[in-house]
Each structure stands twice: as C-alpha cells, then as structure tokens.
C-alpha cells in the first residue's frame, strides 16, 4: 500500500510537492552560539538586559543566507565591540519542543574592550560549579555537557 501511494506522491508536480512540504514538515529557526573558557577553565557569560533569566551563553540567531561561522562572530561584535576567532563546532542540537537549532561553537577572544549595548549589560567569567542563579538550568546543562566533551 505504501509502494503504491508513494508512486502517486511522484505523479504529482514539484509544486505540490514543496507546498506540502512545508505545510507537514516543522520549521525550525536556528541559533548560534560561542563558549569562550578561560585559562581557569571558566566560562565566559552574557548579562542579558531582555531576559528575565538575565545570564547566558553569547548567542543570536543566523541571518538568511549567513554562514553559522560569520553569524557568531558578528552577533558577539554586535553586542561587545570585541573580535573573536571560531575554533571548531562544538555541537549541533535541535529542540523538539520549540523548534530550535543551536549551533555551538567554541571560541576564543581576539581584540577589544567590552562595550555594553542595549542588549548586554555585562560580561563575566563564572566557574562551571558556581554558574548564576538567573540563568537558565538548560543553558547550565549545555555548558556543563560541552566542557566535559573538551
């Protein structure tokens, strides 16, 4: 039965095909995100002024047509002044439940000074047993898991 519905599907014009596509399939929006660890091995965090739960990883959201890698390091230019360099991808994690991409990059500072922005208040570098209570336990959970896989 399967067999002869999918010889069906195949029967019909490509426009069918997209517009069903994007009817049935989930859409997700994807996210970008640096870990910059210390030489202490703490993380460097952001003072979010938007968020109720204010501290978090550095992260935005990639552009049409933007690369991941260039997405991460304009966002944290965007909300620092400062320059960073991208190491490796770290991980690639979608989430069911809000459909959501994050893609994790570990990072390192290059060049600048902090400079706050209307969306960063402050930046920090907090050990990983001693993470801010105004932060998401998700996010805690990220970071924890990346470090133990460094």
């Not at 994790?104 to 570098?125: A, D, M, P, T, W």
């Amino acid at each position: 039965m399967v067999r002869i519905l999918l010889r069906v599907w195949q029967k019909f014009p490509i426009w069918v095909h997209l517009l069903a596509s994007r009817l049935v399939r989930p859409r997700f929006r994807v996210a970008v995100a640096a870990l910059i660890f210390d030489e202490q091995g703490r993380v460097l965090l952001f003072k979010h002024t938007y968020r109720k739960f204010e501290w978090g990883l550095p992260a935005g959201s990639l552009e049409h047509r933007e690369q991941p890698e260039r997405a991460v390091l304009r966002e944290f230019l965007e909300e620092t002044g400062m320059q960073i360099e991208v190491q490796r991808l770290l991980l690639a994690e979608s989430s069911k439940d809000d459909h959501h991409v994050s893609l994790i990059y570990l990072c390192r500072l290059v060049s600048g000074e902090f400079r706050e922005s209307n969306e960063i208040s402050e930046i920090r570098y907090f050990a990983l047993n001693d993470l801010p209570q105004r932060m998401l336990s998700a996010e805690k959970d990220l970071i924890r898991r990346v470090a133990g896989m460094l």
